[in-house]
T-cell receptor, first 113, second 110 residues
Framework: EADIYQTPRYLVIGTGKKITLECSQTMGHDKMYWYQQDPGMELHLIHYSYGVNSTEKGDLSSESTVSRIRTEHFPLTLESARPSHTSQYLC????????????FGEGSWLTVV | GQQVMQIPQYQHVQEGEDFTTYCNSS?????IQWYKQRPGGHPVFLIQLVKSGEVKKQKRLTFQFGEAKKNSSLHITATQTTDVGTYFC??????????FGTGTRLTIIP
């Protein structure tokens, strides 16, 4: 199993609240990702980073933002949560030159009421 | 754009029957990977295929990469209840970013 950790695992929050989903990996991977996935559905890449101070938007537009101040840490923030943000958010990482083999965290299930 | 199409979207099989999922890309891939996601879980890496025509086996699972490196398949022989989940292929187009297929959700009828 990969050493990539997400907190919280489950979160129920009211509309308009600000939330931060934490993600940390201890493998020293340069590349980190955030995917959004509704139950049983496709994986949508919303953010990725190839290293410290590098962040890019993914294929699916998202109102969330990310930061990469340290190699091991890649938090995702929603400034004002809405019910449409209800989903599972999966953090992942990979090592440059590994053929992009991706290791996923266990996910954060977000419910906005 | 660079897309990876995966079929079928759903597959229901009797326990003991075989199962196959297919991935297709319109452009050549540098490699293709397969992941399994159990219900309620997160995707877990299964295997990577790199060479044209490559075939790899993991117990009852057989993975193939097409000669043109544009398609791939995962075949499970004699399915078991532990095989339940969603299987994703993920294509690498050589641009350091994986593109996931839409996934095939496998359910097993005991």
């Amino acid at each position: 199993e990969a050493d990539i950790y997400q907190t919280p695992r489950y979160l129920v929050i009211g509309t308009g609240k600000k939330i931060t989903l934490e993600c940390s990996q201890t493998m020293g991977h340069d590349k980190m990702y955030w995917y959004q996935q509704d139950p049983g559905m496709e994986l949508h890449l919303i953010h990725y980073s190839y290293g410290v101070n590098s962040t890019e938007k993914g294929d699916l537009s998202s109102e969330s933002t990310v930061s990469r101040i340290r190699t091991e840490h890649f938090p995702l923030t929603l400034e004002s949560a809405r019910p449409s943000h209800t989903s599972q958010y999966l953090c992942a990482s990979s090592k440059i030159g590994s053929g992009n083999t991706i290791y996923f965290g266990e996910g954060s299930w977000l419910t906005v009421v | 754009g660079q897309q990876v199409m995966q079929i079928p979207q759903y597959q229901h099989v009797q326990e003991g029957e075989d199962f196959t999922t297919y991935c297709n890309s319109s452009t050549t891939l540098s490699n293709i990977q397969w992941y399994k996601q159990r219900p309620g879980g997160h995707p877990v890496f299964l295997i990577q295929l790199v060479k044209s025509g490559e075939v790899k086996k993991q117990k009852r699972l057989t993975f193939q990469f097409g000669e043109a490196k544009k398609n791939s398949s995962l075949h499970i022989t004699a399915t078991q209840t532990t095989d339940v989940g969603t299987y994703f292929c993920a294509g690498n187009f050589g641009n350091e970013k994986l593109t996931f297929g839409t996934g095939t959700r496998l359910t097993i009828i005991p």
